[in-house]
């Protein structure tokens, strides 16, 4: 390795430290010289040199001068990478004094996308009216961007362009000034989407409704709940509609608190969908005032059985006496093997002591699954007898629910269970003996 790469290497080191030492003024001036000339397999060391230089400037001062080093050397640039690397520094460095330059450069084919990205980077408002001003001369993918970057900047001032880009014959065009319209939001955005929306063919209707729901969660945003409701409304009630867009419309109407939003819900409630009945589900108990709890327990009681786990699931955040009690009943009164395996894990979260029972008759379950959700509840069940009764009940269990129960009670972390593990550790089976020596290690 020559010494003129050692010296590179460790100068980038420094630089990832944040202690870099200011390049000497000479280099840098002889760098910014070579730099015009960059090929992609050459003066790599002045691009580096630069570049060092402007993530160590110390101060406001030294960005100053090394913007306007960028900007003489961008004028003189004489390759495509050159002008691409120069446009990439003032992105990181620039300020209102670079925009004319990279202006310049914007509609070039070859460099527009490095000098747009950098106007885009600087968010003064002088860089947007350049961003403009390029935008009623672009034309292709430069048009695009251009017009995405101004959304994604929120300008105001750009909503006459992309409205008249809404009359163009390109589909993309057209797309992307939709597209844009919703980033702006507002009313007037809305105004202009639906108007466009009667004429528009499927799959820029799709593109216009997407626009119109981000206006409706910007409205939300803005407290103009009006707005949202009737733009979700019309999303929901519309059965053209797919699927998801009409899910989008029912969450908003709950998000915006539109004043039928209960009347909705209940609706959903009772739909034929799998998906609109487990949203509404999932949505009843964010509704302004609503007992959770109790919300969900009474939709548990009414509910068809493929609704159940979620509710069941749920309620697991809801520990307390109803809760445990609508739980239970399900359990015992459900013959599907869904619905009880999820009862199972709930009562794990909400139970107690009164549970235990229960639960440990389904640890001897023939059925795998509700042996495993039965293990799974037994670790979490709280009461101020649970780890007694299993550390009672777990030497005269069956040799297979014992099995079982060993390692739940390692898992409950109770020291009070060493004294029946320790007999266990010398049980003629030998699968019992292997789980209790392993319980009494990790306890």
Known sequence: ????????????????????????????????????????????????????????????????????????????AETREASIFLCRQLRTIGTSRSIGALERRLLDPEIGHAARLALASNGSAEALAALRRALTKASGNHELSLMQDLAKASDQLSRPLFVARLQSDRPAVLEAAARALGHLAGNDSIITLQAKRFEANAKLKTTIDTALLRCAE??????????????????????????????????GLVMAQAPDASRTLAKALQSPDTEFRRTAIQLVSTMPGANTADTLIGLLEKSV?????L???MLKDH??????????????NSQDLEVQREALVTLGHVGDDDDLPLILKHLASATPSLRDAARSSLVRLSGDTVDEVLRRSVGGMPHAVQEQLIPILAARG??????????????????????????????
């Open 305 to 309: 059985p493929q609704d159940r786990p």
């Open 218 to 251: 910007s409205a939300v945003t803005q407290r103009d709940l009006s707005s949202a409701q009737a733009l979700y409304k019309t999303f929901f009630a519309d059965e053209q509609q797919p699927r998801h867009m009409r899910l989008a419309g029912l969450r």
């Open 319 to 332: 520990p307390k006496a109803s809760t445990a009690k609508a739980v239970l009943e399900v359990l015992e």
């Open 311 to 313: 509710i069941l699931s």
């Open 414 to 443: 109770s020291l009070q269970a060493i004294s029946a593990l320790v007999p266990l550790a010398r049980h003629e089976d030998a699968n019992i003996r292997k789980a209790a020596i392993s319980a009494l290690g990790s306890l």
């Open 1 to 76: 390795m020559n010494t003129s790469t050692l010296n590179m290497n460790v100068t980038y080191l420094l630089v990832g430290c944040f202690l870099l030492s200011p390049v000497a003024a000479e280099d840098l001036n002889q760098a910014f010289t070579a730099v015009t000339g960059l090929q992609s397999d050459q003066q790599f060391d002045a691009a580096k040199s630069i570049e060092s230089a402007v993530v160590s400037a110390p101060d406001a001062e030294a960005k100053r001068v090394l913007e306007d080093q960028l900007i003489r050397a961008l004028s003189k």
